[in-house]
Each structure stands twice: as structure tokens, then as C-alpha cells.
């Protein structure tokens, strides 16, 4: 499931391809057919990301909520658009460009209420620079679970996903079963900033990267990452290799659903 710098790469994106102007929206697929066209030819006034949510806003005609779950994608495209292929869920047709929506978790015409509604749901977003650190801090301070399942409660913190998780854990020493009640303050807004930090990056460039100067593969003498992920990190997709730290093997187990990464001697 893409995280949430993947979302704000996109809201930038959109935001800079089709804001101020009408632009065409359809469903190839047929599932959004009635809500595009009460969309088709209205001005998009603008894209904003909240966690791992998207949000189309056409003022006073509605919003698009998108949520791209485990297998939606976006494909974009200068203009002329060809035919659509596949189960397009939605396409928009601007002045230069054109993007194309497949199988996303939600993809749903709101009202502003509702869209709000969403994003009351959801804990602070490191990305957003309204997000409210102390939001996550309180639910984090009292809670029993563990930190590494708190990371991933987007009514917690919102756009973490397993690999942020598993990197920014690794980065402060934390072992991952560790309850959320158990960290001090001072490690916890060093673990905010450093997600901040991190994820803004990921927006920046486009992948995660995780690992310091000190660790790349130029400064180590070893190959760089081969994964379909990219970028370099310690230990998320890392089990059984030796730590990049203190050479111990990567440690792989799961954790409400999700696998869990982590050193047993640097988060010990």
C-alpha cells in the first residue's frame, strides 16, 4: 500500500496539472459514470492529501475521495489521451495532461461534511503542516500496544506505513514490541521529527530512503539495494541479511497482519 508521501507527491502533482481549469472526467469502467458526469467539465480547484487519502476539490460540485488500498494506481500522461485500457475507474482530461485511475479501495463523489468527516477519523499527518503531534502523543503516551501497531493506526498517525514504521524504529533504537506508554516525551518528538524529516524527503525524490550517510553503499564499500520498493533502509525487506549497524541478522516476524522488521541488537 503506497504511504503517504506517495499521496502528497501525487496532490502536487494534480494540484499543478489541472488546478484553476475545467477539466474532462469520465469512468471508463462505469463504476463512477453517474458522479463524473456531474463532474465532467467543472473547474478543478485544487488536490490536498490528509495520511494516505487523496482529495479532489471541484468547489461547489463536491470532492473526490480516493484511496488507493493495496492495488490502486495512477498512470499519467501528456495529451492526446489513447483508449482507455483496463478497468480504468476514472480518468481526468486537463489542458496538457491526463491521468487515469485503477483499482482503487474508494474512489466516491463527497460532500465537504463528509469529507472532513474522513479526516477527523485520522491522526496527524508529519506531512501536513497543520498536523498536531500532540494528538498522537496522547493516544501513544496511554496506550499498552505496542508502538510498532500504534505506527500503523491511522487514527493515530496518519501516512505511516510499514516501512516508515519499521525504519523510524530502527532509527531511534526502539524495539518494536515496546508499549506505546513506556516512551518518554523527548523520544517521541525526536521520532516525530525524524518522520517529518523522512517523509518529506520521500516527497521530494519519490522513494524511501532511510539510511545515513555513514551507511550508503558508496561510504560501506557494499552493492546498493535491489528492490522493488527502492531506496536504502535497515532492516524493511531486510530479514535474515546482516544489519548495515552491527551486522546482526534481520529479525522478521508479524504483527497485526503486517510483517515487522527489526534488529534484535540496535532495538534491543
Request: overall charge positive.
Amino acid at each position: 500500500m503506497p504511504e503517504g508521501h506517495t499521496l502528497h507527491r501525487l496532490a502536487r502533482l494534480h494540484k499543478r496539472r489541472y488546478a484553476g481549469a475545467p477539466v474532462g472526467v469520465s469512468s471508463p469502467q462505469g463504476r463512477f459514470a453517474a458522479e463524473a458526469s456531474r463532474l465532467d467539465g467543472q473547474v478543478f480547484v485544487g488536490a490536498q492529501a490528509y495520511g494516505k487519502h487523496l482529495f479532489h476539490d471541484y468547489g461547489p460540485h463536491g470532492i473526490v475521495h480516493i484511496h488507493l488500498g493495496l492495488y490502486g494506481t495512477f498512470g499519467e500522461s501528456p495529451l492526446p489521451a489513447p483508449e482507455p485500457v483496463g478497468q480504468v475507474r476514472l480518468r481526468l482530461a486537463g489542458r496538457t495532461h491526463w491521468t487515469d485511475l485503477r483499482g482503487p479501495t474508494r474512489c466516491e463523489l463527497l460532500s465537504p461534511d463528509q469529507a472532513d468527516a474522513i479526516k477527523a477519523r485520522l491522526g496527524p499527518d508529519p506531512l501536513r503542516r497543520d498536523a498536531k503531534p500532540e494528538r498522537a502523543w496522547e493516544r501513544v503516551s496511554r496506550s499498552k500496544t505496542s508502538i510498532a501497531a500504534l505506527l500503523m493506526d491511522q487514527a493515530v498517525l496518519a501516512g505511516v506505513g510499514n516501512v516508515y514504521r519499521a525504519e523510524v524504529l530502527f532509527r531511534h533504537g526502539v524495539a518494536p514490541l515496546t508499549p506505546g506508554r513506556a516512551l518518554d516525551r523527548a523520544l517521541w518528538d525526536d521520532m516525530w521529527a525524524d518522520l517529518v524529516t523522512l517523509m518529506r524527503d520521500g516527497v521530494r525524490v519519490g522513494r524511501i530512503d532511510t539510511v545515513r550517510p555513514e551507511h550508503l553503499p558508496e561510504a560501506m564499500g557494499r552493492a546498493a539495494r535491489v528492490d522493488r520498493h527502492g531506496g536504502e533502509v535497515y532492516v524493511y525487506r531486510r530479514a535474515g541479511e546482516p544489519c548495515l549497524v552491527c551486522g546482526t541478522p534481520v529479525a522478521n516476524s508479524e504483527l497485526v497482519g503486517r510483517n515487522l522488521y527489526w534488529c534484535p541488537t540496535c532495538q534491543n
